[in-house]
């Protein structure tokens, strides 16, 4: 089983096939001019870290595909992409590996 740590403390999570746990990053608050937004004019998140990763997809021979991501990748992923699900009061996104558009090189 994988364990992944989320901020703070440890979760237990093992994504399936291609799918990958990715704690979003959080938007701005404020814009380039100053202005500060509420809630509900920020922009969906759509990069974040990837927190764990399933083995890979399921091939027709029977093997599994390699994973193009690894713990610790930071992504962009597609808007509507995945589903958001909750541990506690921590906010992360399960995506396919196919909806992950880039991975930022450091």
Not at 10 to 20: G, L
Not at 24 to 29: G, L, M, N, T
Not at 32 to 49: F, N, S
Not at 81 to 95: A, L, M, N, P
């Amino acid at each position: 089983m994988t364990t992944a740590t989320a901020t703070k403390r440890k979760i237990k999570f093992r994504p399936m096939d291609d799918r990958a746990l990715v704690e979003p990053v959080e938007a701005d608050e404020k814009t380039a001019g100053g202005i500060i937004l509420p809630d509900t004019a920020r922009e969906k998140p759509q990069r974040g870290v990837v927190i764990a990763v399933g083995p890979g997809k399921l091939l027709d021979s029977g093997q599994r595909g390699e994973m193009g991501i690894s713990v610790g990748d930071e992504v962009f992923y597609g808007k509507y992409s995945g589903t958001e699900i909750e541990f506690g009061t921590d906010r992360y996104v399960v995506v396919r590996e196919s909806d992950i558009l880039a991975v930022v090189d450091k």
